[in-house]
Each structure stands twice: as structure tokens, then as C-alpha cells.
């Protein structure tokens, strides 16, 4: 759809949305290569920046690994394969590759339209190698649940969810019983500086969580706090 069909609302709508996908890539970018300097293999949660002409300046690429999208949109998957991304084709709710398949998974608010987030995290878990590394964004509600359908969507998910925010935290604590440490971006009031200079305000119900899968005897059980 060109610009110009576009409504103002769509237009400010994906301009955020590219702003935080940019911060998010960049600190993905961060904390894998902080863990895996020299190569690794990667699993990221879906490929719709992958399937974007304009996103190729931020596309994962850059990582220091094998990156392989999974995407549950099949007009998605060509999109992105004709980038020469490396896509399958599949659902981050039945994940199609055995146990300890990857070092890192990505979900940069994919889990967000999937109502079942903890059947999405069991999967990420399963998948995960010892010891492995995940990184979320999180679009959660501090007061319960929720959720919106995206303008303008045309993918099969087109409803976003504001999942319960310590209920999740909680349950991302368990399932991968390790210490939770996140940023908690909360919004218009305050700015967040990234290593390139970028500086923008985000969206007060936006989080991004970190965990790692450590074998049962170096388990500690942390607290999420803000």
C-alpha cells in the first residue's frame, strides 16, 4: 500500500514501530555478541523486518551467527527469502526443531500476538542449548491483560496483546529459572540512550526481558523487580 492510501494514524503507527524495532536490533546486536563473540546459532521468532525493503538497514545480518526466522505467514516467508534470508516456515507455538537446536532465541514482540505466551516460552526453552540466551520485548499491561488489533494489519497475526506484566515476568522466571533482569521502558517522560547515540522515548508498557537456560545445578531464582 503506498503512502498516500495510508491514514495518519497508520503513518505515525509504523513510524514508531520502525524507531523501536531499530533500538531493539541494536541491543539484540549487544547482548549476543557480549555472549557469543565468535559465532552461534540463532533463532529468531518470526521475519517480518526480514520481509521489509525498508528494515534491511537494521536486519539482523549483523549478528555473529546462523540466523533462521521463523515465520507462520507463508506471503511473509517469500517476501523475506527474497532478501536471501534464511526463513522457515512455522509457529512460535510448536516450534519445528528438536531440543537444544539454538544458543539464542530473538522474540522481539512476536509473543505479543500469541495469547498462550507460556506455551511460547516452554518451546524457547525446549529449543534452547545449555547454556543458551533469550531476549524479548514485551508489550505488557502493569494492571491485567488486554489488546489491540494492529492498523492496517494483513498478516494472520493481526491482534497484538498487552499480557499481564508480573504474571509474565513470573512465568518467564520459572520456566527458565534463572535471575530475570529487563529494562523497563516507561515512556514519554523518559529517554533511553543506546551505544549508537539514538535517543528516543518509548512506549510506557513496553519491556524487554532477558533470561538464560543454565544447567539445574547453577539455578538461582531471582526476583523481578523495577
Known amino acids: 500500500m503506498g503512502l498516500e492510501k495510508q491514514t495518519l494514524e497508520e503513518v505515525v503507527y509504523e513510524m514508531d514501530a520502525f524507531l523501536i524495532r531499530i533500538l531493539m536490533f541494536e541491543l539484540a546486536q549487544k547482548e549476543v555478541k557480549k555472549r557469543f563473540p565468535n559465532w552461534c546459532d540463532i533463532l529468531k521468532g518470526d521475519a517480518y523486518n526480514e520481509a521489509n525493503p525498508i528494515n534491511q538497514l537494521h536486519v539482523i545480518t549483523r549478528l555473529p551467527g546462523n540466523v533462521t526466522c521463523l515465520e507462520i505467514d ?27 537446536s539454538f544458543d539464542v532465541v530473538l522474540d522481539l514482540s512476536t509473543i505479543d500476538h500469541v495469547e498462550d505466551y507460556r506455551k511460547v516460552l516452554k ?7 545449555t547454556p543458551g540466551f533469550i531476549m524479548a520485548s514485551v508489550w505488557v499491561n502493569p494492571e491485567g491483560g488486554g489488546y489491540f488489533t494492529r492498523p492496517n494489519a494483513t498478516t494472520v497475526f493481526n491482534v497484538q496483546y498487552y499480557h499481564p506484566k508480573w504474571a509474565f515476568l513470573e512465568d518467564f522466571n520459572k520456566i527458565f529459572k534463572t535471575k530475570n533482569n529487563f529494562y523497563r521502558l516507561r515512556g514519554q517522560a523518559d529517554e533511553v540512550r543506546w551505544d549508537s547515540g539514538k535517543q528516543i522515548r518509548l512506549p510506557a508498557n513496553l519491556i524487554v526481558v532477558f533470561g538464560e537456560k543454565v544447567d539445574v545445578k547453577n539455578i538461582k531464582i531471582g526476583r523481578a523487580h523495577v
Open 74 to 100: 507463508p506471503e511473509v516467508c517469500e517476501k523475506a527469502r527474497a532478501f536471501n534470508h534464511h526463513v522457515v516456515q512455522g509457529d512460535i507455538r510448536e516450534i519445528p526443531y528438536p531440543e537444544n
Open 123 to 129: 518451546e524457547y526453552h525446549r529449543v534452547l542449548r
